[in-house]
């Protein structure tokens, strides 16, 4: 595989937009592509790389670097969309840029398909999985409805969902997340593409259906011999599904080569910070280093620097000999009546101490958002009991749908201020402004809009919402999961440092099990509504007991490929009833 053009030369020392041509042999061919919105925001800015038949590249970097728009690129999806692009794209021998209507639809599809992240806005919810399947291989494949369906049958059967038959008639609200991943796969390969094109296709999956979407990819790759773009800003999915890849930064290629060349030694600063700010499931929580402040505003966003200092744990020992400040006994929440009846937590009991962090691991359905729901007050608990000592407050998993779009962020952190009674509007400008200065934000912010903020900086106001209430716990459901991984790193280190000087307690709800292990003190893995393991995180990491929590670590990604191999073969054997 050739290498993109970086600081002027390709990897593989051919000219580029040079007098020496080179012949157009490679299943994606990317040539001086640049992609620019609105006239002026550059997105794709020279971007050259190449994809042999039967290769897998990952595309990588942070939100904002260029990925998608690139991927969009090579299906011709900005046309019509007011973007301009430039420069030569041609996949399996179609020149993307030039061609017509007809051609690009029989590319789409027929030749290169593509798999978005979210399943649900990529599916009609009106019609079964199968009947959009067949639709899709009858626009490319002259064929009868009859044997539309029946390939249809045919790939939801590859791609492993059960009962395949009679799961065609069922529509996406009936299928899981990660099943309507998977039948999202099933309509690209209806038409055996020579080249599939994955936009972070996991993000929203939980830790082990996140493996078995790339563990089939994986298999769907060296069964078919069709070529992978795998576009993600998770390193570690990188890793365990690629052979190159691709480090792209502000719509430039950085860096690109083998994967366990690039992941194991970086040339570029860039790599090595992106890879630095991946949490590792095997690492311990890191020594406390006090934070000094950076004031150089970056889109408006306070950047904090490390000041180097001996000795010291990350934060005071939480106080377990304390009355907690959140107790539970044996609480249940069931929803729905008689046979549909569902208990989504099944008797559950913990407590959680000034202080401390208590991480909530497991698939999705494990009922972690409703206890964690359930804790803060937003749910009643069917029966059990649940005891609070103290003010608790919540920060959501996606704080553009918990922030009104139509009020300042300003205003969205005054809201609890305001509930609790205080009046004096000079005095709530002020604290509002102390709050989004203590979450890394600009005070001078306080007019503006949710949509004029990044993903992160949409969290941190979220943050900061919850501390003007001044609780002393608070439960972050899935903060971070929506984030890039230095993005990422940026907010859970707030958290940290906010515990630190507030004393506060957290409940942090993920299914990210390598965050979890590098913010919380204890661990309690749910499943099924129960917590099946509890206990001191490093106990729980280093020696689990429970072969469900032994599932959940055999599907953490890893960055180095040796081991993703070897984990991709010993998940078969772990698999829990």
């Known amino acids: 595989m050739k290498g993109p053009a970086v600081n002027g030369s390709a990897v593989d020392g051919s000219a580029v937009n040079g007098s020496v041509s080179r012949p157009v042999t490679s299943l994606v061919d990317v040539r001086d592509l640049s992609v620019t919105f609105d006239g002026s925001v550059r997105a794709v800015d020279g971007l050259s790389f190449t994809l042999e038949a039967g290769g897998a590249l990952g595309v990588v970097g942070e939100s904002g ?14 046309r019509g969309s007011g973007a301009q692009v430039t420069g030569s794209v041609t996949v399996a021998g179609v020149d993307v840029q030039n061609a017509s209507e007809p051609e690009l639809r029989g590319l789409r599809g027929g030749k290169a398909a593509m798999v978005f992240q979210d399943p649900l806005s990529s599916l009609d919810p009106y019609y079964a999985i199968g009947d959009q399947i067949a639709e899709v291989y009858r626009v490319q494949v002259k064929t009868s409805r009859r044997a539309a369906r029946a390939r249809a049958v045919e790939v939801l059967d590859r791609v492993g969902i059960p009962d395949a038959a009679r799961r065609a008639r069922s529509r996406p609200h009936e299928f899981s997340g990660g099943m309507r991943q998977r039948a999202l796969i099933a309509m690209a390969l209806a038409c055996e593409p020579q080249l599939l094109i994955a936009d972070e296709p996991t993000t929203a999956l939980d830790v082990t259906v996140q493996a078995q979407i790339l563990d089939l990819l994986h298999g769907l790759r060296h069964e078919t011999g069709m070529g992978l773009l795998l576009v993600t800003h998770d390193v570690g999915v990188a890793a365990e599904s690629v052979d190159e890849v691709l480090v792209m930064k502000e719509g430039r290629a950085v860096e690109r080569g083998p994967v366990a060349g690039v992941l194991g030694s970086p040339r570029e600063p860039y790599t090595r910070a992106l890879l630095a700010a991946v949490p590792r499931v095997e690492a311990h929580r890191p ?17 904090r620097t490390a000041t180097p200092r001996t000795g010291g744990p990350e934060r005071v020992a939480p106080g377990a000999g304390d009355a907690p400040l959140v107790e539970a006994v044996d609480l249940r929440r069931v929803f729905g009546r008689g046979r549909s009846a569902l208990a989504a937590v099944d008797g559950v009991s913990l407590a959680v101490h000034r202080g401390e962090t208590l991480g909530i691991v497991g698939e999705s359905g494990s009922g972690k958002t409703t206890l964690g729901r359930m804790l803060v007050g937003l749910l009643d608990p069917t029966s059990g009991r649940l005891h609070r000592a103290g003010r608790v407050q919540m920060v959501f998993q996606d704080p553009v749908a918990s922030l009104n779009p139509r009020r300042s962020i300003g205003e969205s952190v005054a809201d609890p ?39 992160g900086q949409r969290q941190r106001v979220g943050i900061a919402r919850a501390l003007a209430a001044e609780p002393e716990l608070i439960v972050c459901d899935e903060a971070v999961s929506a984030l890039d991984v230095t993005t990422q790193a940026q907010v859970t280190a707030l958290l940290a440092e906010l515990q630190r000087e507030l004393g506060l307690a ?5 299914h990210d099990l390598a965050v979890v292990r590098q ?5 309690a893995v749910m499943r099924r509504g129960r917590i099946v393991e509890e206990g001191d995180v490093d106990t729980v990491y280093g020696a689990p007991q429970d072969p469900y929590t032994k599932q959940l670590l055999a ?19 772990l698999v829990v009833p």
């Open 287 to 303: 020594v406390h280093v006090p934070r000094g402040e950076d004031r150089r505003a970056e889109g408006g966003e306070v950047r």
């Open 519 to 523: 913010v919380s003190d204890r661990v």
């Open 65 to 78: 670097s260029g990925k998608s728009a690139s991927a969009y690129a090579l299906l011709g999806l900005h």
């Open 506 to 510: 957290l409940v942090f709800v993920a």
């Open 417 to 455: 201020l305001r509930a609790r009674g205080d009046r004096d509007e000079t005095l709530i400008r002020d604290r509002v402004r102390d709050l989004l200065g203590r979450v890394g934000l600009d005070a001078a912010q306080y007019d503006r809009y949710p949509h004029e903020f990044s993903g």
């Open 555 to 573: 599907a953490v990604p890893t960055l180095d490929p040796v081991l993703a191999a070897v984990r991709r073969a010993a998940r078969t054997e």
